[in-house]
């Protein structure tokens, strides 16, 4: 009962502080001018991306379940909702600091580190399913960092 009870606070508990969270942010854009069009379009191709990558994930957990794995409704539904926030987050920032610099990010940085960061995740995610033991998304950390580093870290120049 103890855990439910925790379930169920971290789930409404977590949405009700993102709803929160992203209330306060845009009261504080709309006060800096930052709901403009340029705004409106980022979030908006982030949305849109963001469903490619919840689209790959639904297909994984498909070709798990084609391959016998057995899954849990409740841990595949919270992971395709963590997929997509996430890939939605990190589309949104990745093309907010790209509209919003001097010079863009080179794309295939940008490609190398997600894709760095996608394949960490699945194949850390498929490790933790078959084995059960959750902490090998863990080890999925370092990788990930470094692929966000790497997509969103610009190019030095060598110029003087």
């Given amino acids: 009962m103890g855990v439910q009870l925790a379930g169920a606070a971290g789930l409404y508990g977590g949405a009700i502080l993102g709803i929160l969270g992203w209330w306060f942010g845009r009261r504080m854009a709309a006060k800096q001018g930052g ?3 340029l705004y409106e379009h980022i979030w908006q191709k982030a949305r849109s991306i963001s469903w490619f990558f919840t689209l790959a994930a639904i297909y994984i957990f498909f070709s798990l379940l084609i391959f016998g ?5 409740a841990m595949v539904l919270g992971v395709i909702l963590l997929v997509h926030f996430a890939s939605w987050g990190f589309t949104g920032v990745i093309l907010s600091i790209n509209m919003n610099m001097s010079e863009p990010l080179k794309p295939s940085r940008v490609k190398f580190g997600i894709s760095v960061v996608a394949i960490s995740l699945i194949i850390f995610t498929i490790t933790s399913i078959i084995t059960g033991n959750w902490f090998f998304l863990i ?3 370092p990788p990930n960092m470094i692929g966000l580093i790497s997509a969103l870290t610009p190019e030095k120049s060598t110029e003087d």
């Fill in 139 to 141: 080890a999925s950390i």
């Fill in 69 to 73: 794995v057995e899954l849990n409704t």
């Fill in 35 to 37: 709901l403009d069009e």
